[in-house]
């Protein structure tokens, strides 16, 4: 994984690791600057790989 990609479940455990070191570092330095592009990145593969349904692409909606 470099700092820039997560590409597979392997990448999103190293992020999620390194994001756990960097925790409360100082907002503008550069482990805090790093958590912060971490935290981007996990929520971009989250987002597309364990997307939370919506009213749209819920299978049961309330009017089923």
Known sequence: MNSETIRNRKDLNIAF???EKLWGAEPGSSDGNE??????LIEQYEKEHYPMPTEKNDIRTNDQ
């Open 17 to 19: 690791a390194r994001m």
């Open 35 to 40: 958590l912060e592009n971490l935290a981007v």
